[in-house]
Nanobody, 125 residues
Framework: QVQLVESGGGSVQAGGSLRLSCAAS????????MGWFRRTPGKEREGVAA???????TYVDSVKDRFTISRDNAKNTLYLQMNSLKPEDTAVYYC???????????????????WGQGTQVTVSS
């Protein structure tokens, strides 16, 4: 199993930047596929970005060219660099992991077994 702990959330004005981190502990086999999701009240959890063990990435269209997902395998840490933030990016952001990446589930909750507790990101206009 793997445990995931997010950090780096906070409040920022529109146009600003934040960097989220997700520290993974336990058996790294179970975190070969990792992703970031977000949820706002009244909406389903949305896949934001995903990365496999080889560093290949996938993004939801709304964050392309603004967000960058990356991982440091030596530190067992996942990152999400968020630039040009918009008020609609306000959400609780979750880190997720699974042993294998299923291509058609990269941005779907069903593709991940392990989840962090979430970190709040608030973007004001």
């Amino acid at each position: 199993q793997v445990q995931l702990v997010e950090s780096g959330g906070g409040s920022v004005q529109a146009g600003g930047s934040l960097r989220l981190s997700c520290a993974a502990s336990g058996y790294t086999y179970y975190s070969r596929c990792m992703g970031w999701f977000r949820r706002t009240p009244g909406k389903e959890r949305e896949g934001v970005a995903a990365i496999d063990s080889g560093g290949r990435t996938t993004y939801v269209d709304s964050v392309k060219d603004r967000f960058t997902i990356s991982r440091d395998n030596a530190k067992n840490t996942l990152y999400l660099q968020m630039n040009s933030l918009k008020p609609e990016d306000t959400a609780v952001y979750y880190c997720a992991a699974d042993s294998d990446c299923v291509r058609w589930l990269l941005l779907h909750s069903q593709g991940y077994t392990y989840w962090g507790q979430g970190t709040q990101v608030t973007v004001s206009s």
